[in-house]
């Protein structure tokens, strides 16, 4: 039997490597953990909120966004100082603030409450925006740097209904929207169409049918104000009963005062043309969306800048969660 004097020196070899690496092994783990106790509390602080902020503009940025309700253009619905959270996922979340949409399967459906651009703001450029959305979502929409001479802060975003789609007529009748669907011929009132699918959310208005006698004398009364024309004492005193009031429904004053002056002016074109797009009511264009607020006359909106393009909807309203009374899931 052949005695090999070489196994002794391969055990005593691995062995040796096997004792420098689990030597080696434990001192790199005391050295992190020297580093570590000798590391300033105060860069320990800065570090972990370094790592909460990434992951709260991680997650406001792709999934989940806080927003606060400013103005009380969809009361009932969402009230004034309302905190929500928005899904950011649904419809195809930015890749950068204001900067680049992801393409989703899924499209705003009617009836959906959506956060969308404003097409009236006048954006301040690409770094302001960046910074400004960055901070309101590190904050949880609690501080917005966005603020006009007032102090006030500038709506950038505007959260509605998706009330129309591509291929809808609308037009109202005493502040009461009237809906032509593609390929009908027949307007149908927005209340008995929302009931009919069990759409229970209230359609707030703050204009009492009764006042319209009042509101359209005193469309007439500007117009022949502007026409430098002294209007009857009866007319005069249906106007003032219209009071603070007259300036709710601008949609029926402003067609009141448009077909007064066509009737004195039937040579003037400009008056038929504008009296046109307040009869024909507002078209829904393919890839757009009409947003409405809920509280319809004391809400800017789809009627006033137009139909908003699909792709600057952000995301979906999800549940109110501040205050804690009024928690609970948006419909």
Known sequence: ???????????????????????NRKRTRRLKKEKRGSKSPLLDWGEAFLWAAGMVLLINQYLVQAYRIPTGSMIDTLNIGDH????????????????????SPFKPKRNEIIIFENPTYISRGPVFDIAQRVIYMLTLSRVDIDKDESGDPRVHFLIKRAVGQ?????KTENGEMK??????????????????RGWNHNISRLMPDDQYPALIASGQITAWTERRITASESLRS??????NLSSIDFFAKEKARLETLRKASPHDSRYSVL?????????????????????????RDGRFFGPVRISKV?????IKYWPFWRMGKII
Do not use: H
């Open 1 to 23: 039997m052949c005695n090999d004097s070489r196994q002794p020196d391969f055990f005593d070899r691995v062995q040796t490597i096997t004792e420098d690496y689990l030597s």
């Open 275 to 299: 009296l046109a797009r307040l009869r024909l009511g507002w078209y829904v264009p393919e890839g757009r969306i009409l947003p409405l607020g809920d509280n319809r006359d004391n809400s």
């Open 314 to 318: 952000l995301g979906q309203g999800m």
């Open 166 to 170: 591509a291929g809808d007529r609308f």
């Open 179 to 196: 809906i032509l669907f593609s390929g009908e011929n027949r307007w149908v009132d927005e209340r008995e169409y929302n009931a009919a």
């Open 238 to 243: 249906l106007s003032s009963q219209a009071g």
């Open 84 to 103: 929500v959270f928005v899904n950011k996922m649904v419809y195809g979340p930015e890749l950068l603030p204001g900067i680049l949409k992801l393409p």
